[in-house]
């Protein structure tokens, strides 16, 4: 997970603005998570808004694909988005959309097989909220903020100069597969979730 947010890190730092397509870009969202949507996972991580996106088009990018696995064109096509063709990820692609690695698809899946979840401070306002994370029953110290998520719990509720505040989360629903927005982070199916800012 390091090695995603670094590549991402890298890119923004080459290029100043964040490795997404346009449609990510103009979605109006503060903070975009890169969830489940058009993967067979059956836990279900989205935006809530009117842009869906796995983690394809973010690690396309970072990774310098033209092609998805099975042909299909990524956003970065003729290099569009990272004109540099600077490969910051070096990631495992694999035959199927089924194994750890990079699929056919473009998902970048987790040892388990279930896809990465990354969310990036859209806005650059210093707060990423992923959207799972965000949920209030996920908080772990009870915040009553409902948009106030996992690392930055304490710097929303409670002002803290040297909590840092990640712009970053990459995280994965761990061996089960799982994932309960009805449960606090360290219960229930959310108690092995491997997350990044931890």
């Known amino acids: 997970m390091s090695q995603i947010a670094m590549a991402i890190k890298s890119y923004e730092s080459t290029y100043n603005h964040w490795p997404v397509s346009t449609n990510a870009e103009q979605s109006g969202m503060s903070d975009f998570t890169f969830g489940t ?3 067979k996972t ?11 996106a796995n983690n394809s088009e973010l690690i396309s990018i970072v990774m310098d694909a033209v092609a998805f696995g ?3 064109p990524t956003p970065n096509v003729g290099h569009a988005l990272n004109p ?5 990820l070096n990631a495992k692609n694999v035959s199927d959309i089924d194994s750890p690695g990079v699929g056919l698809d473009g998902v970048y899946r987790d040892p388990w097989g279930n896809p990465y979840i990354i969310t990036i401070d859209l806005n ?19 915040n009553t903020n409902p948009r106030a998520s996992g690392a ?12 840092p505040q990640p712009r970053i989360m990459v995280w994965s629903f761990g061996p089960d597969g799982k994932a309960d927005p009805n449960k606090k982070p360290d219960e229930g199916a959310n108690k092995d979730n491997v997350v990044s800012w931890r």
């Open 84 to 88: 540099q063709r600077n490969a910051w």
């Open 37 to 39: 949507y058009g993967t």
């Open 70 to 72: 099975d042909g299909r």
């Open 124 to 142: 650059r306002d210093g707060n990423c909220r992923d959207s799972f994370y965000s949920i209030e029953a996920e908080s772990p110290f009870g």
């Open 152 to 163: 930055e719990v304490f710097q929303t509720t409670y002002p803290v100069s040297n909590v």
């Open 42 to 52: 059956t836990t279900t991580v989205t935006n809530g808004g009117t842009i869906e």
